[in-house]
């Protein structure tokens, strides 16, 4: 991956986890920092880490790492997971009933004929 991609990529993540969390890119630098190092870092330490990030757009490793996981995987949820499955099991009901119904209009169409 050439630099360009790379530096587009830091700022893709740590925006996008911002949006999604609600939080300034700055927040994210603090808990990325915290989940990494254990320890909460105050925000003068963190400006040092960040600021070069605003001019060159790169993210430290434990940012991105940070980032990467904290971004939310649907296909993984086990909600997800169950909707789909749920969503299968009412389609085959729905598909029943239908059948059902038809052959119910067709007995009765049928027992007119006969009568």
């Known amino acids: ?36 190092f254990e320890t909460p870092a105050t925000d003068r330490e963190i400006e040092r880490f960040f600021v070069p ?21 649907p296909s993984s949820d086990a909600s997800v997971r ?6 299968a099991v009412v389609c085959v009901w729905v598909a029943l009933a239908n059948v059902i119904r038809t052959c119910l209009r067709q007995s009765k169409s049928d027992a007119l004929l006969v009568a």
């Open 82 to 87: 169950e909707f789909d499955s749920c969503f």
């Open 53 to 73: 990030y605003l001019f060159y757009q790169e993210a430290p490793h434990w940012v991105r790492h940070y980032a990467r996981n904290a971004q939310p995987k």
């Open 1 to 36: 991956m050439n630099r360009a991609n790379h530096c587009q990529n830091d700022t893709d993540l740590v925006a996008n986890i911002a949006r999604i969390r609600g939080w300034s890119e700055f927040d994210v630098f603090k808990a990325a920092h915290r989940d990494w």
